[in-house]
């Protein structure tokens, strides 16, 4: 190959690499910082395609779209110096390019280190400030949103970075105390469920001895109405026979005493031992009966 050739070649290969170098495209995914020398010349660079001088300028781009910052579960006090462990995550994003670059040089893992860091503290100072009950239920809500607010403000001071939420996921006891807390609530279930009981057959009793009474007082009631029209009966059948007896009365003392020998004569074995001439055979010596009353 002839020298002017070669020279031809690495000429063309030589602005390739420049042209190539001299180019680079932005997502629309990513935010980007343009560097002159190490200097930031141009903190947030627009999605496209953009131009650059080789070896002068420099280009950093990070990922733009919301990330999320998993930390691992820390031990925290209470307000009654109770140890919990908490399990957290955190949603954030970048906002303020330069800023991210320089607090972070642009070290991803470094940016969620440092606001790991901040996380650990916010959550240690937020559980500092409340009991267990406010923290799994009564205001927990209200935690999360305090340390969101919070740390979102010293993140966009310090790293340029949006925190957008700060979740708690799950609040334990350390292993060594949740067998005793269970057992502690398991106690005070069943005291509670011995109090319910003992309530419930209390009024079983009240209800019992209610429907006991009842029953006496209807019973009564039905017993002293039934002795007065069983007297009233009493009263009106004795009246009929009064009527009775007062219309013949030898007719109705011939029909009791017929009525005495019946009850008397009722088997064969039965023996009585009177005079002759008493009244009970009165009817049965004489050879007439008594004609009955017309």
């Not at 781009?61 to 820390?74: E, I, K, S």
């Not at 029909?255 to 004569?265: C, D, E, G, N, V």
Request: aromatic letters at 10%; zero cysteines.
């Amino acid at each position: 190959m002839k020298p002017s050739s070669m020279f031809v070649l690495i000429v063309l290969i030589v602005a390739v690499f420049v042209g190539y170098s001299s180019v680079y495209i932005v997502k629309e995914t990513e935010r980007g910082v343009l560097l002159k020398f190490g200097e930031v010349v141009n903190s947030d660079l627009e999605p496209g395609l953009h131009f650059r001088f080789p070896i002068v300028n420099n280009v950093r781009l990070f990922d733009g779209r919301v990330l999320t910052l998993d930390a691992a579960p820390q031990s925290y006090l209470t307000l009654e110096k109770k140890s919990l462990e908490v399990d957290s995550f955190v949603k954030w994003k970048i906002d303020n390019v330069e800023k991210f670059y320089t607090a972070t040089s642009g070290d991803e893992f470094r940016a969620a280190k440092l606001l790991s860091d901040r996380v650990d503290t916010g959550l240690r100072n937020q559980f500092g400030e409340r009991t267990v009950t406010e923290v799994v239920s009564g205001e927990r809500e209200q935690l999360m949103k305090e340390l969101t607010e919070s740390l979102s403000k010293i993140a966009e001071d310090e790293f340029g970075i949006e925190v957008i939420d700060v979740r708690v996921k799950r609040i334990d006891l350390p292993p060594a105390v949740s067998e005793s807390v269970y057992q502690r609530m398991r106690t005070e279930r069943e005291r509670e469920a011995s109090e319910l009981r003992a309530r419930g057959k209390e009024l079983a009793e009240g209800i019992r001895a209610d429907a006991d009474r009842q029953k006496t007082v209807v019973e009564a009631e039905a017993y002293r109405e039934s002795e007065w029209i069983r007297g009233e009966g009493d009263a009106t059948a004795a009246n009929v026979y009064a009527n009775a007896y007062q219309q013949n009365p030898e007719f109705y003392s011939f029909h009791r005493s017929l009525q005495a020998y019946r009850k008397s004569f009722t088997g064969s074995g039965d023996m009585m031992v009177l005079k002759p001439d008493s009244d009970f055979f009165k009817y049965l010596s004489e050879p007439q009966a008594p004609a009955a009353a017309q």
